[in-house]
T-cell receptor
Framework: ETGVTQSPTHLIKTRGQQVTLRCSSQ?????VSWYQQALGQGPQFIFQ???????GRGNFPPRFSGLQFPNYSSELNVNALELDDSALYLC?????????????FGPGTRLTVL | QQQVKQSPQSLIVQKGGISIINCAYE??????FPWYQQFPGKGPALLIA?????SEKKEGRFTISFNKSAKQFSLHIMDSQPGDSATYFC????????????FGRGTQLTVWP
């Protein structure tokens, strides 16, 4: 069974640029959630996708957007990058929407905005 | 506003000792409380989880104690080992928030040999 994978591992961008992060969910999982983890903080929920539809969003501006594909893989897009967007971006997949469905996290993408 | 408050921020324990991490929450709608373990360069991994209908859950050396009236829960690591050195996060979710997890700020545990 393949776990959650994310690409790229690291990324450096400058302020104002756009970035796309990718996530492949664990086999059999149809739900993907994205989290932002700032240095020394706990992960903060960005949004969740279920069967290609956004199904809940945290307190993040519209320049954070996402997609889920028919194979349940997902993308996180961030436009007009700001310095505060520097963080570890985590993708988690689960087999359903319920809060009790275990979320399996990938290793994350470390984004640095200069 | 931090929905889940976690303490301490860091913890140093000798090998064989007991590590205790505490969390508190305000939202009484929360009905699922997982603990995650994160090693450097890795994503968080589920360690153990509890529902509020029980006061304690034990899995190996890891125990969650849950106090519904106080809205507090804690993780106890018995016989702590150097391999347990990691960052631990408590989290909470509810049926109304579906899969959204609210995380604490984390506790960096160091176990000295």
């Amino acid at each position: 069974e393949t776990g959650v994978t994310q690409s790229p591992t690291h990324l450096i961008k400058t302020r104002g640029q756009q970035v796309t992060l990718r996530c492949s969910s664990q086999s059999g999982h149809n739900t993907v959630s994205w989290y932002q983890q700032a240095l020394g903080q706990g992960p903060q929920f960005i949004f969740q996708y279920y069967r290609e539809e956004e199904n809940g969003r945290g307190n993040f501006p519209p320049r954070f957007s996402g997609l889920q594909f028919p194979n349940y893989s997902s993308e996180l897009n961030v436009n007009a990058l700001e310095l505060d967007d520097s963080a570890l971006y985590l993708c988690a997949s689960s087999s359903g929407l319920a809060g009790t469905d275990t979320q399996y996290f990938g290793p994350g993408t470390r984004l640095t905005v200069l | 506003q931090q929905q889940v408050k976690q303490s301490p921020q860091s913890l140093i324990v000798q090998k064989g000792g007991i590590s205790i991490i505490n969390c508190a929450y305000e939202n009484t709608a929360f009905d699922y409380f997982p603990w995650y373990q994160q090693f450097p360069g890795k994503g968080p991994a589920l360690l153990i989880a509890i529902r509020p209908d029980v006061s304690e859950k034990k899995e190996g050396r890891f125990t969650i104690s849950f106090n519904k009236s106080a809205k507090q829960f804690s993780l106890h690591i018995m016989d702590s080992q150097p391999g347990d050195s990691a960052t631990y996060f408590c989290a909470a979710s509810s049926g109304s928030t579906l899969g959204r997890l609210y995380f604490g700020r984390g506790t960096q545990l160091t176990v000295w040999p």
